[in-house]
């Protein structure tokens, strides 16, 4: 039986994991996927109190499901941009994006 | 003959052209022809009228345009046919008279134009069908006398005797105006004939209205006083005043009337005229001035007719009111020839200058004259007192008015007598160096009189003809022939002889100090009156002046205020415009540098601040990350 502490620990470790990757990373599709990390440690930590606090609300579970679409849409936007990026530049570096200054 | 008789209104329209002419051309020289032609016309057109009349007993009715629904009618009865001969003839005679009296008097237009507006004024009120126009007529000749009296306004006294006359006659018309309203209230009408079928109360009250009219016109008792003042007129206009015109007014409005007259207002007329022929034939017989004797003497007579209008016998009054004008006006153009010689008309000066004996012809004509006032036949008062004296006999109350008219024939005998033998002095007593300068008498003064005493004479004759005329029995009785004779002859005698005391004289003199009673219970209170009048008008001015002032200061202090407020609307003005300025400066020097400086560093910081993104994304990843650990930190702290 895991304790909530040990869940919450997994959630830090992965929003770690994920921080980290998007600060490192200069690939679009890599700092996408420390976002989709730190996400998920937000999504276990969300899951982890539901389910040691209150396991009888619906509330959390709702909520989950509204993060999951939320992630998924984001995913779609960011591999959309990506892939239009990529046509236009025939690359997904943001070193080289300095255009995106205004 | 009602053509004929409408011609009667010459009587009025020849004086009234007269004094249109005259007062058109202003001409000394011919304006007293003018009125002689306008008196002739006059003349002319009574007797047309008067002759149309005789023998006809329905009265010619003349009706002139007058306003509307309101006819003014003029009546041409032998009655008023008859009065107005005797008001033409008399003012014919004495116009042709006062040719020669006023020769030397400057204002001449004036004075005919005056004179003739007296006649037409006469004729009217004697002609009048109509209570209007027989008010305008009385107003009328009311102002003629106060005009002809104050003729020689400049002359001391003469204008406080015109003003008397005509104060006292226009008080008395109240009367007139009492009796007239209470006519016409009770019939509808302003014409005369129906008003006179008014009968009761309404009657009495209208015919003592008339009663105090006829007092104060023709001088009775107790407003006697006036008349012996009207003697500051030129003689003319007394010799017309007191004959035909002015004083007759009064028998001739009780004569009009007497179909109204009742019983009781009857006996009152009678006992007002006898006490007055009584009296003021006392005051006759006391006077020193010929002038006012004759006055006197008016009343006296004026008071005869009143005494036989309430005896009942109106052919009697008039009768009498037609000899007394001839009689009366020839006796005063007598004494106007006197008075012009001896420029006085005191009985001793007339006497210590000559008196009747310089001028023999005017003498007689007065003796003659005075013998016919006195009654003695064949002249014409002995008919017309006898007449008199035959209707007191007839009388009710003969008890009281055959002693009242035969002491007043007395008396008036007495006064003649008197007058007679002031007149004609001692040889002795005339100063001769007077005497030296007498001139001939005028043709034109002496043609008046020795007509108007023929008239005098002979008009004894017309008895029976004017008794038929009028339609009026004149009585006769032959112990009133002998009683009225006799006693005139004592009369006369009396007179001649001056066998009054001197008692009676000092107390008639003063006009039985009847003036001072009138003093005390007519002026004094009327003065009072104006004199409170006059203080409580002052009080009203003063207290209008008050509000008038206390307005004028308040309007002031509004006004002041006013200005203040104007002031202080300025200042505020202005004081806004200073701080509209102030803020205006401020906005441009404070405000708009602030915000300039503001605008300028925030554009800076701006600057500064877009220095900082990239737009690489991992390095502004790092920027959030760095923003949100320092929000956790800040979060942390405030923990």
Known sequence: ?102 | MAGLSALAILAILGPLVAIGLILLLRSPRWSPYLALVGAVAGLCGALLGLWAKAGDAIPGTLVLPGLPNLPLRLIISPTTSLLSTVVAMVSFLVMLYAVGYMQEEAALPRFFAEMSLFVAAMQLLVLAGDWLLIIVGWELIALASYLLIGFWYERPGVRQAATRAFLTTRAADFGLYIGVFALVSQTQTSEIAPTLEVSGTAATVAGLGFLLAAIGKSAQIPLQGWLQDAMAGPTPVSALLHSATLVAAGPILLLRVYPVLNGSVLIIIGIVGGVTALLTGLTALAQVDLKRMLAASTSSQLGFMLLALGAGSPGAALLHLVFHAAMKSSLFLGAGIFQHKYHSTNFSEIAAKGGGRAYPPVYLCFVIAGLALAGVPPLAGFWSKDAIIAATFASAQAWLFTPLVLLGTLLTGSYVGRALRLLWPKPESISREVNANKSAVSGWMLTGLVSLTGLATTSGLLVKPIGQLVGQEIPENGLALVLGLAVALVGLLVGWFELIGSFWQRLAQGNFRLDDWLKVLLVQPVLLLARVVSRADGWLHSGVLGVGRTGLNMARRVAGFDSRLHGAVVLTGRAGLDLARLSRQTDERGIDRLIAWMVRNIRLLGGRVRELPSGLVHQELLLTAAAVILLLGLILISR
Request: glycine content about 12%.
């Open chain 1, 1 to 102: 039986m895991i304790t909530l502490i040990i869940a919450l620990l997994v959630g830090a470790a992965l929003f770690g994991i994920g921080l980290y990757g998007v600060l490192s990373q200069t690939n679009l599709v890599m700092i996408m996927m420390g976002v989709e990390l730190m996400l998920g440690a937000a999504l276990v930590n969300l899951v982890a109190f539901w389910r040691f606090l209150h396991p009888g609300a619906y509330s959390g579970q709702m909520f989950f499901l509204i993060i999951m679409v939320v992630m998924a849409l984001e995913m779609v936007v960011g591999f959309g941009m990506a892939l239009a990026r990529f046509r236009a530049k025939g690359s997904v570096e943001m070193e080289e994006a300095v255009e995106l200054k205004g």
